[in-house]
C-alpha cells in the first residue's frame, strides 16, 4: 500500500454528522414516501433536515402538509443546500433530473439512486466529474419497516458515505451490500420476492379454506406461518433445509405434502421466476 494511501486510511474524509446534516428526497413518489417517513419515525433526519421535491406544485402541497417538510418542484434549488441527495424519480427521467442538479454537487455531496435498473456509471456521467453514487435496491415491505435493500458503491463513494447510506435504508428494515454486478439478481429475487410470496401465501390460504378453514383465519394462518418461518431463519442462522428437517417427522403429516410440492414442482419454478425476473431487470438495465 502506497504511503499516501495509508495517510487517507488514518485521515478519512470528515463526515458532517447526521444530525448536521442537510437531505434531499427528489422525486418523493410511493417508495421516496415511505423513506421521508421512516426518516421522521426513527428520528434521523428531522422536519427541518429534510426537503423533498415532486414534479406538480399541488402534491408538493400536501405532501407539505402532511410531513411538515418543506417540499418544492425545484430539483435544483433542493440539491444545493443538501449533504444528501436522494434520487427517486422513475428509471426513464433520472439522466435528465441529474444533469438539471449537476451545477449544484461537489465532490463532499452523496448522490443515493433508488430508481430499478439505473447503472451508476449513467448517474456518474450525468453528475459530472469525482461524484459520489451510491444506488439502492429497496423491496416494498419497506414501508412496514420490514424491507430489505441491496447498496452497491459507484466509483467515487468513500467507506464512511457507504456507511451513511446503510444508516438511512436500516430505517426500513435490513440493508445488504453488493457489487454492482449482482444488482440485476436483487431485484430478481428481493424486488419481485414479495410478489412471489404473496401468490404462496394467497395460495396457502386458498387450501385452508379448501380443507375447511373459514377464509380470515386460513388467511392469519398462512401469513403468520410464513413470517414466522421467515423469523427462525433469520434469527436461528440454520439452513432452512434442517428447519424443514425439525418439522418433517417419519410416515408423518408433512412429508406427505412436501412430496406433493416436489412433484408439483414449486422448488423449481421458484428458482425459474427470480431466473427469469433477474433476466427482465438486465433487459431493462441494458435496452
Ligand atoms: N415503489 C417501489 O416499490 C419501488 C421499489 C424499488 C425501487 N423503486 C424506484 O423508486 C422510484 C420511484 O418509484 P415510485 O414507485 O415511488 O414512483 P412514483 O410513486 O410514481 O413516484 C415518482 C415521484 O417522482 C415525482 N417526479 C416526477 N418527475 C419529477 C421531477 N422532474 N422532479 C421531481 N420529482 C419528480 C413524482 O411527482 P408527482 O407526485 O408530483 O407526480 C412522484 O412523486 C423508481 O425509480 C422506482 O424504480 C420503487
Not at 437531505?23 to 421516496?32: E, N
Amino acid at each position: 500500500m502506497s504511503a499516501a494511501a495509508v495517510a487517507d486510511l488514518e485521515h478519512p474524509p470528515a463526515i458532517t454528522p447526521a444530525s448536521e446534516m442537510r437531505v434531499a428526497v427528489l422525486g418523493t413518489g410511493k417508495m421516496g414516501g415511505i423513506l421521508l417517513q421512516a426518516f421522521l419515525r426513527s428520528g434521523l433526519f428531522t422536519q427541518s433536515q429534510i426537503t423533498a421535491t415532486v414534479a406538480h406544485e399541488a402534491r408538493a402541497e400536501s405532501l407539505s402538509h402532511q410531513f411538515g417538510v418543506t417540499v418544492t418542484t425545484d430539483n435544483l434549488a433542493a440539491a444545493a443546500t443538501a449533504d444528501v441527495i436522494l434520487l427517486g424519480v422513475k428509471p426513464q427521467q433520472m439522466t435528465d433530473v441529474v444533469q438539471k442538479i449537476a451545477p449544484s454537487l461537489t465532490s463532499k455531496k452523496l448522490l443515493i439512486s433508488f430508481a430499478a435498473s439505473v447503472k451508476t456509471s449513467a448517474i456518474e456521467a450525468a453528475a459530472g466529474p469525482g461524484i459520489a453514487v451510491v444506488r439502492a435496491m429497496p423491496n416494498t415491505p419497506a414501508k412496514l419497516g420490514a424491507g430489505v435493500t441491496a447498496l452497491c458503491r459507484g466509483a467515487h463513494v468513500s467507506d464512511g458515505q457507504l456507511a451513511l447510506a446503510q444508516r438511512i435504508f436500516d430505517t426500513v428494515g435490513r440493508t445488504v451490500i453488493v457489487d454492482e454486478k449482482h444488482m440485476d439478481a436483487v431485484t430478481g429475487l428481493s424486488g419481485s420476492g414479495p410478489a412471489f410470496l404473496y401468490i404462496i401465501i394467497e395460495a396457502l390460504a386458498e387450501a385452508g379454506v379448501n380443507v375447511g378453514l373459514p377464509r380470515d383465519t386460513a388467511t392469519l394462518l398462512a401469513a403468520q406461518t410464513t413470517f414466522g418461518s421467515a423469523k427462525m431463519v433469520l434469527e436461528t442462522g440454520s439452513h432452512p433445509a434442517l428447519l424443514k428437517d425439525e418439522v418433517t417427522t417419519p410416515a408423518g403429516c408433512t412429508v406427505d405434502g412436501i412430496l406433493e410440492l416436489e412433484e408439483g414442482g414449486l422448488r423449481v419454478t421458484l428458482i425459474k421466476a427470480v431466473k427469469r425476473a433477474t433476466q427482465r431487470a438486465r433487459e431493462l438495465a441494458n435496452p
